[in-house]
């Protein structure tokens, strides 16, 4: 009673807060920046608040707020039309959604995708706000009963959906999922700061990986050279209209998948310490586990993309949990917008454990901030998707040099270093090559997303409780063993066992034919010797980093079991079996062009970047591009590469970042955007 | 080095000089319609990232012809990546458009001998110094075994703390516990002193410390709340170099304090100096902001005037209260002396610190 007493001024304080003109239209305007900006697969809610952070100091408190949340809310909103429509991941939260999406884009149902995919970001956003509602008041002391072991936990149920994932052969997605962890370990460890598969010779390395680079290099390169390499538009068949409507009762007639997954997404959000990068992968799990007939995922079932899609705007709601009562980031979004509110107003309010105590006004007005955000975002994309859906009937060799354009400036702005373009081309090959191979590419990101939290709160986990252990062993048994980790257990258990059961029976990524022997082999030789390099490597790490070394080693470790177990059974198995997947063997027809020297294109814009810089290789690039490959007229030519270049230029411009460096920009000083 | 580089650079320079941002007749720069980037070797998430947004609009508008200011992350390997990239600039090339800030992460690797560092102060020029100051907080139940300020009661507790990195700035709070005679054990893997506050905050960690404005709002509603006592500040420096009580919190006893009271800690002898030479390496002058090698006197002039208006504005005790707290912003010779102390620290406190690193963590830099 205490507390509805304490709430329900507060709730009528903050409609007053939030009903005002001014608050409205700086809503508008940061929901039309959120989906400007994640409309570009690769940029995400971090590039267009770092744009706001100028404007926001001294600005009136609700009007930055507004203009900040509008922003937030709809990124994993628009984020879903580069998923659906091209097959890459728009931002981290929309992965999950390609598996489905996109194959129904092929289809020409991309409208009908795309409105079950807003009508369901739409419903996780309200879930979510409506969530917080109630749940802001009490969650305090539940969030903090999460703790290290329970984190461990959390992280171990994500690792479990690689089971149903997994594809046809379960040892090849666990050995997937195997390379994902291992190359989420490559730079210095985060316990002793020992460098793993890493040298100082190259600092880029001694970073690791950024989730971005790895997500668009095995998700959107292998697709755009796949269907480059296809000679057609996205969509083989004429684009129906007036799906949206269709895909709108797709969700409805899915509502309780919808609820379930948005609560998947709240819960997620709400702790502190995961992210949300592994989010959709766990609704788009838990989706088929919960489907009677399965086979049909990865070939465009609408379910698939409404699981995600739900999921993945609730857990912004549930990540303002962590923000707004720690004061502690639930994503790189977040940890912005807690910098930015304290420049707002004379800095008043101030985000973290105050923040309930003296204004919860203002904490109910970013909630209902966030839902009328959704509101407003899912009206616009609806208005919008009909027509942006006629994207995937346009000849796909005119779209693609403009995607390679905008995947790498999204990828450079990661590290701002033109080794993140050679990240990008080489996890691209990986993609390129787990995709022909049927190994899962799921797998391996859920493996890469779960790396750090895996090893981070194993290590913690295992020193606390041995510290606890010596108190009494009472202490550690309470700490390691409760009732949450129980639960959680349990639900890993299960899920464990659903997916050992029905891996067989999903293709998450299609049908692949088997071919011959020789190549699958090769490529198995290739992991393996990998694994065994990064075993020996991990194994050199001396004892007082040991923290540093168990994680790689075991993982590696048991990679190279289940490599070597897939090596017998190739020896004895003949050449039909599913072990020999192959796209290159079935598709030899498809594919009119080959696979090297479609690869060539991006690698010569990788090349010459590297000489004379991105926007001077880029101009060269379209130019080559659009006369020889697309053989357009000269004047077609200039004028597509005009427009690219100039695009890129006002995206770079308002977004006040640098392109890539070449050797010509070491040498001579040139004006921008050529530096 | 390229061959040909300098040629090349000095043509630039030569050609940038054309368009160089006018000098006004009393020796200041003018940045008419210029864009200044501030680089922060940094990620936009972390408290030098805070730093720098309090700062660009006010310099923005202090400066000579209100030159647009942008703070541009360059996060990677420490913060040493966004230094040797500084390192590489020179001021003929921007003419005052870019200044560089640094943080007690990019001083301790420096003096430490870490092997990535390729960058060198010296050859810097410093135009503000922001200092700040840190405080270490208890469970209750601990907090209640100090006999005042005497901390030898903790001794047999079994202490957890969630650690950044022991090469980090985490290595003074931990060398002033072991001081005391404290047992503490660190857990590695935080992402950021927050993370080490929710630790403390779950009962997974039963001592941590934060910087001044993140204890301000992150711990003082614990304190009130009665789930965190406080245990002793770092302390600040006066004008002599002496250590004495923080401005911030003048009613909390400093370490020096504490260890004075704690039987079997000295405040002399060479664990103490080389405790004192990296707190004031990484607090007193924790945030500094550069101009590059070989930048004019004026420029120099320029952002040292422009920082002194800041701090001169009516509000300014006001505003930075709550997001920088209440210590020194140094400008002109100041600053310079603040550098002099952060990045010179004696040898017998680095070889002591490398030695203590090694034996006790096991941390070897090179």
Redesign the interface.
Known sequence: MEIVGFALPALSDAVALTIQANVLLHLVLGVAMGLCVGIFPGLGG?AG??LL??FM??MEPMSGLALMIGLVAVVPTSDTFASVLMGIPGSSASQATVLDGFPLAKRGEAARALSAAFASSLFGGLVGAAFLTVFILVARPIV?E???PELLMITAFGLSMVGILAGRVAIKGIVAAGLGLLAGTIGEG????ALRMAT?EL??L??GFKLVIVGLGIFAIPEIVALLRQDRAISDRPVLGGGWLEGARDWFANIWLSVRCSTIGVVVGVI??LGGSVVDWIAYGHTIQTTKDKSSFGHGNIRGVIGPESSNNAKEGGGLVPTLL????GS?SM??FI??V??LG??QI?????MI?NNLDITYAIVWLLALANVAGTLICIAASGGIAHITSIPFKLLAPFLFMVISFAAFQS???LMDLVALFGFGLIGIMLRRFDWSRPAFLIGFVLSNPA??YA??AV??AS?RF??SFEDGIDYLVSPIVVVLIVITAVSIVIGWRQAKNIRSEGDVPSGSKRAPMIFLLLVLAYLLVAFVNASMI????A?DRVFPRFVAGAAILGTLVLLVQMMLKPESNPLFADREAGCREENGRGLWETLAWFAGLLILTSLTGFIIALSAFLLAFFRIRAKRSWTGTALLTGTGIAFICLLAGIL?RDFPPGLLQ????LPWPLT | M?P??NF??CA?AA??ALFAPAALADGMLDLSGETVEWVIPF???GGS??WA??Y??LLSDALPGNPT?????????GS??GA?WFQDQEYA?TNGTLIFGSSGSTQFPYLLGD??VRYEYGDWHVVLASGTGGVAYLPPDLAAKMDGMDASALRDT?F?YGSQ?A?RLDLVPLLAWEMLGLNV?P???IKGR??G???F????ANIDYQTSSSYL??V???IE?GTAVQMMSWGALDADGNVVRDPTFPDMPTFKEVCEATDGCETSGEKWDAWKAFFIAGFPAQKMVFLPNGASEEAIATYSAAFDAVKARADFA??SA??LGKYPQITGAGAAAALDSATNVPAEAKAFVINWLQER????LN
Do not use: W
Not at chain 2, 361 to 364: R, T
């Open positions: 971090i608040l770092s952070l100028p100091y001294g903090l999460f703790r290290t985060d316990s002793a700061g100082y600092p880029y001694t970073d502190p310490g720690f004061g502690i980031p790189g940890a912005i910098g930015a304290a420049l004379s800095g101030e985000v973290g454990p105050s105590k590290g701002q270093s090893e981070t290590n913690q020193q606390i510290f010596r108190k001396p004892d007082h980093a923290a006040n070491e040498l001579a000083r | 390229l040909g580089k090349c650079s630039a050609v940038a990620s936009e998430t990232a805070k947004n309090f660009a609009p200011i942008v703070v541009k992350f360059m996060p990677g390997a040493t990546k040797n090339d092997p990535r079994d957890i990195g090469t054990e857990v590695f893997g927050g993370d506050r929710l630790m905050e779950r009962g997974e709002s992150g003082m509603p614990l709340a006001e505003i709550n997001r963590y096991g941390v070897s």
